[in-house]
Every structure is written in C-alpha cells, then in structure tokens.
C-alpha cells in the first residue's frame, strides 16, 4: 500500500510530501510528477517517484494499486480541460481498485467560473465508485501574499471584492487538512469545507501589511471591470483575468467565508493567521 500524491512539486504538493514523511515512512510514498528532476530532492530520501501527466492517460496505467490512498491535487491549467484531466486519473484509481481517493476541490459555496471544473470532477469522482473524500479549500494566504513586492512598490492594495471576507490559511494548513485524511481513518465519503479560523476584509489585510512593513498602504477598491484590464494590463492572459475578476464577484457576496471549523478541526490547532503569512512574506 502506498500513499500516492499527484502534483507533488506543486506549490501545495511539496507541503503534503514533506508533511507525509513527518508521519510515515518515505518508501509508503508514490510522488507523481511531470518533471523527475524536480523531485530528485524527494528521491534522496527514499520517496518513490512516477513520472505521468494529466494529458496523457496512458502514463497512469499500472500507477496505482489496489490499496493505495491517493491525493488527486486539482491541476493548475485553470483554462483548459481541467475535468477531463482529472478523470484520467480517476478513471485509472478505479480501475485499480484504490483504498481512497481525495481531492483538492473548492469550498461548495463559490459560485464563480474558477469552481465550474471541481464541480464537473466532483460528479466525476462521486460517480467512480471509489471510496472519496472531498476536500473544499478555500483561499490561500500566499495568493495575496505573494504579491507584496508589488503592493509595496505602488503603496495599495487593489481589488475589486469591495467589504468582502475570505477565510483563507495557509497552503501547509491545506496540506496538513490532506495527510491527516490520508494518514486517518473514518473519512470515506466524506466532504470537508475548508477555510481559516478567521475571516478578514481587503481594509483590513491592506492595514496589516502596512502595520508590518512600516509603510502606508492603502486598500483601493475598483470595480470588477477594471479589475480584469489592469490584470490583462500586466500581461495575465485575457481568460484568466476573467476568471479572477468573478472570484473578486463572489469574494464581495460572501462566498469565500467559510465557517464549519473543519480545517482546524482536521489538523488539529488554530489554523495560521494571515499576519503570520504577511510577516513571513515581508521575511523573504
């Protein structure tokens, strides 16, 4: 039996490797990346590594066995067949008989685009047959933090999601909500809504980088519109633009506050404020 984690140099799939071989020994470990080198690191240490892709089914045949947990992390190509990816691999976990399968999707209450292809998975997956586990992450901390150099340098903030909250942690929150599922028992047929412990406004975040960084920023609020041309404006592809600004939609409805407690009820402790994630971020 082994631990099997897709994606697994992704910025979210290194945090669940490297926190799986706190907790079980590296050779129960399957890594499945695109790029072998780039996880020659998790090789030394005795992780198994396949190398296949999302696009091309036949690189999963014989991948899994029966037995097998597996953690299918939502691939990154936002404008391209998201769900038919994902399928190559369900479709290859059932054929093999796997013991779980969990994915990465996005909380059940954001309606925008972004959550149109984890819904299509999710019927995918609920329809496999195979035991699941559904985990809805909210919003990443380091989606905004890692942006600060620009923030910094123009002094603001800018979104378009007005008072709106988001109730976002840590991708090594997520990570940690993952391995505990996967290392767990009891969480078969289960879905999980998964947020931050507290819920903060754009005003707020803007006062927090200022209050740590020691310089004034601002929070300017802009409408969706120009939004999405100042984002095509700094060369970010049309489509994806778009689909940004309708996250900014749903951010102002609400849609990124979750409040069921599930993540720090899974990882077991408060999960990471985003002052932490911000003074980290200035760290860098």
Do not use: C
Request: a negative charge.
């Amino acid at each position: 039996m082994s631990i099997v984690v897709t994606g697994a140099t992704g910025h979210l799939g290194r945090h669940v490797v490297e926190q799986l071989l706190e907790k079980v020994p590296a050779e129960q470990i399957t890594a499945v990346v695109r790029d072998k080198e780039r996880a020659a690191d998790f090789a030394e240490r005795g992780v198994r590594i396949a190398v296949a892709d999302y696009n091309a089914p036949e690189t999963f045949d014989g991948l899994f066995a029966a037995g097998d947990k597996v953690l299918l992390i939502s691939g990154n190509e936002v404008t391209k067949d998201r769900p038919a990816q994902h399928k190559t691999v369900i479709d290859a976990a059932a054929a093999a008989g796997v013991a779980l399968l969990a994915y990465t999707s996005a909380p059940s209450s954001l309606t925008a685009a972004l959550a149109d292809d984890h819904r299509a998975t999710e019927k995918v997956l609920l329809a496999s047959g195979l035991p699941w586990v559904i985990l809805g992450n909210g919003w990443y901390h380091e989606n905004h933090t890692e942006n600060l150099a620009q923030v910094l340098e123009h002094g603001a903030v800018v979104q378009a999601a007005r008072e709106g909250r988001v109730s976002s942690a840590s991708r090594a929150d997520y990570a940690a909500a993952a391995v505990a599922v996967l290392t767990g028992e009891g969480h078969e047929n289960k879905r999980y809504e998964l947020g931050g412990d507290e819920a903060w406004s754009f005003a707020e975040y803007a006062a927090e980088v200022s209050r740590r960084s020691g310089r004034e920023v601002a929070y300017r609020a802009v409408s969706v519109e120009e939004y999405v041309s100042t984002l095509v404006a700094a060369g970010l592809p049309e489509p994806m633009a778009e689909i940004l600004g309708g996250v900014e939609a749903s951010t102002e409805k609400g849609e990124l506050v979750v409040t069921t407690g599930d993540l720090s009820r899974l990882i077991g402790r408060p999960t990471t404020p985003v002052s932490e994630a911000i003074e980290a971020a200035l760290r860098k």
